[in-house]
């Protein structure tokens, strides 16, 4: 009786993973087919978003219109201006949210989507810009289309050929690939990036050191001539672990850390000076370079505090439990 249950296990195993394989392996086949069929419609497509006065409206009916709203985000969150405008929803006044600066990129797989048909006809009347995304460039949505960017047409990967699989796949390519070219066109930045995330882990890596610093009377700095006894002092009360030396200029010439004051503890250090024995020219940061860069530098010196400098001047202090204890790994 085992054996039996166990046959039956391993042959409903064997079927589930050949039908995995089957769609992974057509989904495969059609992005393929997108990337072998590119011409240069995209680049046509890439000019007219680029140079759009106003947003990009996404714009699509079920399957379609769920990769649009994916695609429509990943256009806002990294420097082109976008939202989903949904078809129904536009034949009863949201046809108001857009305008003739607008570009609108509508999709259909057929082309035929009857709800498309408001948007359509209020793009022509109003000379809004129109990208049509559809395998079948004859459609409606083609017709209508001053570009049409066409998609593989090579089925559906579910077994029954009637789910959308393939078609949503490459239509999630698509976006992704003009996502891609607009942010290198554009030269969108991680600083950029991040100012579109400050939430959730995203928000965390990318943090600037001028977010976590310590400023003002926060720092624990000293002239470097500093007798070691106002050094501990400083060290203690400030409680970061290290103390900036500075010059008669207000330069940082120097730093000292607990570490260092352990590794050269003898009954004579109280009488020198910090210049005597501060680290000079220490690793420094600036305020506008992003946290985790500076938890790269920290790890590969062995190092747990960093000044931050602008124009050889401290104006911060940051710490590793600082960048840490806000989700910076």
Same mark, same amino acid.
């Given at each position: 009786?085992?054996?039996?249950?166990?046959?039956?296990?391993?042959?409903?195993?064997?079927?589930?993973?050949?039908?995995?394989?089957?769609?992974?392996?057509?989904?495969?086949?059609?992005?393929?087919?997108?990337?072998?069929?590119?011409?240069?419609?995209?680049?046509?497509?890439?000019?007219?978003?680029?140079?759009?006065?106003?947003?990009?409206?996404?714009?699509?009916?079920?399957?379609?219109?769920?990769?649009?709203?994916?695609?429509?985000?990943?256009?806002?969150?990294?420097?082109?201006?976008? +939202? +989903?405008?949904?078809?129904?929803?536009?034949?009863?006044?949201?046809?108001?949210?857009?305008?003739?600066?607008?570009?609108?990129?509508?999709?259909?797989?057929?082309?035929?989507?009857?709800?498309?048909?408001?948007?359509?006809?209020?793009?022509?009347?109003?000379?809004?810009?129109?990208?049509?995304?559809?395998?079948?460039?004859?459609?409606?949505?083609?017709?209508?289309?001053?570009?049409?960017?066409?998609?593989?047409?090579?089925?559906?990967?579910?077994?029954?050929?009637?789910?959308?699989?393939?078609?949503?796949?490459?239509?999630?390519?698509?976006?992704?690939?003009?996502?891609?070219?607009?942010?290198?066109?554009?030269?969108?930045?991680?600083?950029? +990036?991040?100012?579109?995330?400050?939430?959730?882990?995203?928000?965390?890596?990318?943090?600037?050191?001028?977010?976590?610093?310590?400023?003002?009377?926060?720092?624990?700095?000293?002239?470097?001539?500093?007798?070691?006894?106002?050094?501990?002092?400083?060290?203690?009360?400030?409680?970061?672990?290290?103390?900036?030396?500075?010059?008669?200029?207000?330069?940082?010439?120097?730093?000292?850390?607990?570490?260092?004051?352990?590794?050269?503890?003898?009954?004579?250090?109280?009488?020198?000076?910090?210049?005597?024995?501060?680290?000079?020219?220490?690793?420094?940061?600036?305020?506008?370079?992003?946290?985790?860069?500076?938890?790269?530098?920290?790890?590969?010196?062995?190092?747990?505090?960093?000044?931050?400098?602008?124009?050889?001047?401290?104006?911060?202090?940051?710490?590793?439990?600082?960048?840490?204890?806000?989700?910076?790994?």
């Amino acid at each position: 009786m085992t054996n039996i249950l166990e046959n039956k296990i391993s042959d409903k195993s064997k079927l589930d993973k050949d039908c995995a394989i089957r769609t992974i392996n057509s989904e495969i086949d059609t992005i393929i087919k997108l990337r072998d069929e590119l011409d240069d419609t995209f680049t046509q497509a890439l000019d007219l978003m680029q140079s759009a006065k106003g947003r990009i409206i996404i714009t699509g009916m079920g399957k379609s219109g769920h990769i649009g709203k994916k695609i429509a985000a990943s256009l806002a969150s990294t420097g082109t201006p976008s +939202f +989903f405008v949904h078809p129904a929803e536009a034949s009863h006044g949201d046809l108001g949210m857009i305008t003739e600066d607008d570009v609108v990129i509508a999709i259909s797989n057929s082309g035929e989507s009857r709800e498309l048909v408001d948007i359509l006809n209020y793009c022509k009347r109003f000379g809004i810009k129109l990208i049509a995304i559809t395998k079948n460039a004859e459609s409606s949505l083609g017709k209508a289309g001053d570009i049409v960017l066409k998609l593989p047409n090579n089925g559906e990967a579910c077994p029954l050929g009637l789910a959308p699989t393939n078609s949503t796949t490459a239509t999630l390519v698509l976006g992704d690939i003009l996502t891609a070219g607009l942010i290198s066109r554009k030269g969108f930045t991680k600083s950029d +990036f991040n100012d579109r995330h400050p939430g959730g882990k995203l928000g965390s890596i990318l943090q600037r050191v001028k977010d976590l610093m310590h400023t003002g009377s926060d720092m624990p700095i000293l002239n470097e001539n500093s007798n070691m006894q106002d050094v501990l002092i400083e060290m203690t009360s400030k409680r970061l672990g290290c103390v900036g030396l500075i010059n008669s200029m207000g330069e940082l010439t120097g730093m000292l850390t607990d570490g260092d004051l352990r590794r050269c503890l003898c009954a004579e250090i109280l009488s020198k000076k910090a210049i005597d024995v501060m680290t000079k020219n220490p690793k420094t940061a600036s305020k506008d370079m992003l946290a985790s860069e500076v938890v790269k530098i920290m790890n590969d010196k062995k190092i747990t505090n960093m000044f931050v400098v602008e124009d050889k001047k401290p104006i911060g202090v940051i710490h590793i439990h600082d960048l840490l204890g806000n989700g910076v790994v």
